[in-house]
């Protein structure tokens, strides 16, 4: 949720992180105009409370305070009248009150970008940081996953579509052990980087939708129960960034790393026409997410820890990546800041999406209410909440099937899965 004294003390700042969304930002001079209001009427009611004030003191001095306060009590009356008429218009534009008119505006208003994200909009403007491994040259025609997958066996779309419709997969055999090899793959070297493991509700209240960003970054992505008005979750990030809200953290316990395997939901499913086959873009998809709450002057730095742990699960898959800045107009509703880690696939000849990994700064924790104390007696602030994907378990599994199919068909798994899945490969 965006601060309202940022916006009071620096709506220039506002407008331009807008602008390089490519939003409107005419939001910016809503915000000011409903402040103003909200703040006239909190002075008018402090106003007539002190004139109701000055004339309770008077008739308390009074000679005769009987009749002093006969005389004065239609005033009474009116300013006690003024006075909720006041409170109530402030109550209405409150920008602590769920529901009000500047509050639900604060709650639409995107992240604050930071200044080292790149200008533009779209993939073309995001910029390459670096890259890692270098493609396979094939001494054959490299098939797409999909077609390894149904060859084999191991992946059958048919029989999920005949289950759930289309953008929907089935693991089968060898499929499924290697999907579930890359998932306790993830979660051990998350254990192995002080993540504590959660395994959250799949289903979450509107509240921690909402206090997390989503119901406005996702809205029309959700597959929902409206009678319970409960939510599939679209990413752990949701439940693991709402393990902490309304609590206040002790100084000493930052930074808190969480991380989650868990199926996700989302209805939508990228741009139409591109990446429709295969498990590039489904309805129902894997991951393992990883989740920081961090002090605010750290965050910077969890941001490049977070990523470098994401990097190293596909260093040691030995599987090729870059790593992009995310330009401005594409950086999530959240995010203040993103990278995306993005795997080589062969049968497209280019990079593909395996992880984002934002820093939220204290955009989620002020909906969310999760604060910090620096020491005993002092203040609460807010945290920074960061998240990323470490990794995508159908990405990483198309990667993995792509990168190392051999001539004759069979796929080599990769060292670091071999204990894990219990072969070398699949034939």
Known sequence: MLDLSLVRRDPDRVRRSAGRRGLDASFVDRVLHLDSQYRSAL?????VQAEKNRISAAIARAPDRAAAAREARPRLDRLAQEIAQAETCAQTLSPDVPGSALYDLLSQCPNILDDSVPEGSGEEHNVELRSWGTPRAFEFDPSPHYE???RLGIIDFERAAKLSGSRF?????????LSRALVQFFLDRADAKGYTEIVPPLLVSRKTMWSTGQLTKFSDAMFSDAEADLFMVPTAEVPLTAL?????IAFEDLPRKYAAYTPCFRKEAGAAGRDTRGLMRQHQFEKVELVWLAAPERSSDALEALTADAEQLLQQLNLPYRVVAVCAGDVGFNGAKQYDLEVWVPSLETYREISSCSNCTDFQARRAAIRFRRKAG???ELVHTLNGSALAIGRTLLAVLENFQRADGGIDVPAVLQPYFGSASIT
């Open 148 to 150: 390894i997958g149904e």
């Open 378 to 380: 002092a203040k609460p």
């Open 43 to 47: 002075t008018a009611a402090e106003q």
């Open 244 to 248: 902490h809200a309304g609590e206040v």
């Open 169 to 177: 997969s089935l693991f089968a055999g060898a499929g499924a052990r």
